[in-house]
Each structure stands twice: as structure tokens, then as C-alpha cells.
T-cell receptor, first 115, second 118 residues
Framework: AQSVAQPEDQVNVAEGNPLTVKCTYS??????LFWYVQYPNRGLQFLLK??????LVKGSYGFEAEFNKSQTSFHLKKPSALVSDSALYFC?????????????FGTGTLLAVQP | DTEVTQTPKHLVMGMTNKKSLKCEQH?????MYWYKQKAKKPPELMFV???????INESVPSRFSPECPNSSLLNLHLHALQPEDSALYLC?????????????????FGPGTRLTVL
């Protein structure tokens, strides 16, 4: 069965420090991997996606993620955190192909950036 | 433009009411989705429409009735809901099999409708 794990319910980081939000996955076949961010009382915003190729994916707002096939991980990173990055982050996976792709979400990680 | 719009933003309804949620996208996407999200939890898939046909129903109770009148519109009709149905209802769309393969499987979400059932 496909699954996504986000082992940390919350990550705290000081403004200006680097941040990492962890994600591991378990799927059969070739996954598409996504990161979404959700600000309070808002919908999910697409940050970045890995489908194939370069293991380092760059996305919106200075975020990037590193795909590691051997560790089945897709951690989200940013070199210098901003207070405005504080939000709920979801990792998700879908299987390639088809007109519709069911997204399997992780449980979410709340990122709190202190000034 | 990657915008999905949803109306209304907030909805309060009684258990005997009938109401509808509306979702619209003008990105030419051919797949549209309804999700239910409880506070601080991941979205739960409810329905998927592909090329205006219902392709996935995740065993959702019949008090939720989806409708896709055309490729740009998606409705969710609500009737006889329960208080536990109170949640944020999110609509999303994706390109389907058309368009840039880099983007086609990305789902773009609307801002949601906050539903409260009294």
C-alpha cells in the first residue's frame, strides 16, 4: 500500500536559519512527489514537484526539495527561513500516468519560524 | 493563471437544509476534485471528475452529491448533513492528460468553503 510519512508534527526554527521539513514515502512504481503549503484558513498552494531527472527540485518562495531514491525521502528545505514561512506543510505522492492522479498526503508538519 | 475559485467562502446550514458549493476554473483543466479537510489534518479525497464524468467516489455518503455541468464548473450539493460534516471543503483541478507533462498531474487548489452544520 502507498503511504507518506511526515515524522515531525511541528518544526521550530529561528528566522534566518536554514529549515528542513522531512518526508518519506512508500510506493510501488515511479512516484510523483509534491510539496504543498497551507496558510491558516486557506487552500493548499503548490510549492514544487519531482517527477524525474535532477534530484534537487527548486520551487516557489525559495524552497527546494531533495529526492533520495535509496532513502525514499523527499525533504523540503530552505536556506534562510522567514517568519512568513510559518504554515502547515504537506508532502504528497501520486503514481504516474492516467488522466487523474490520486494524491496520498502525509499528515502535515506545522512550521513555526520565530523572529 | 493557476486560479481555482470557490463560493461561498463560509456557509452555515442546519441539518435539514439543502445548499450547494461551487467551484470554477478557467485553466482548461479536464480533471476536478472535491476534498474534505478537518482542522490540521490532510485533505481527504471525496470525488474525482475526469472529462466531466465521475471517475472516483471514495465511498462518500449520499448526502453529498457532486455535479459537473461543464469542464469549468464543479458543484457539490449538500442535503441533510450532520454536525460532523463541518469542515473545510476544497476543490482542485489538474490538467489531466493534456498539456505539459511536467504540469499535468499537479493539482491546483481553491481557497475552500468553510462549512458549519448546526
Amino acid at each position: 500500500a502507498q503511504s507518506v510519512a511526515q515524522p515531525e508534527d511541528q518544526v521550530n526554527v529561528a528566522e534566518g536559519n536554514p529549515l528542513t521539513v522531512k518526508c518519506t514515502y512508500s510506493v510501488s512504481g515511479n512516484p510523483y512527489l509534491f510539496w504543498y503549503v497551507q496558510y491558516p484558513n486557506r487552500g493548499l498552494q503548490f510549492l514544487l514537484k519531482y517527477i524525474t531527472g535532477d534530484n534537487l527540485v527548486k520551487g516557489s518562495y525559495g524552497f527546494e526539495a531533495e529526492f533520495n531514491k535509496s532513502q525514499t525521502s523527499f525533504h523540503l528545505k530552505k536556506p534562510s527561513a522567514l517568519v512568513s514561512d510559518s504554515a502547515l506543510y504537506f508532502c504528497a505522492v501520486s503514481l504516474a500516468g492516467g488522466a487523474t492522479n490520486k494524491l496520498i498526503f502525509g499528515t502535515g508538519t506545522l512550521l513555526a519560524v520565530q523572529p | 493563471d493557476t486560479e481555482v475559485t470557490q463560493t461561498p467562502k463560509h456557509l452555515v446550514m442546519g441539518m435539514t437544509n439543502k445548499k450547494s458549493l461551487k467551484c470554477e476554473q478557467h485553466m482548461g483543466h479536464r480533471a476536478m476534485y472535491w476534498y474534505k479537510q478537518k482542522a490540521k489534518k490532510p485533505p481527504e479525497l471525496m470525488f474525482v471528475y475526469s472529462y466531466e464524468k465521475l471517475s472516483i467516489n471514495e465511498s462518500v455518503p449520499s448526502r453529498f452529491s457532486p455535479e459537473c455541468p461543464n469542464s469549468s464548473l464543479l458543484n457539490l450539493h449538500l442535503h441533510a448533513l450532520q454536525p460532523e460534516d463541518s469542515a473545510l471543503y476544497l476543490c482542485a483541478s489538474s490538467a489531466g492528460t493534456s498539456g505539459d507533462p511536467i504540469l499535468r498531474d499537479t493539482q491546483y487548489f481553491g481557497p475552500g468553503t468553510r462549512l458549519t452544520v448546526l
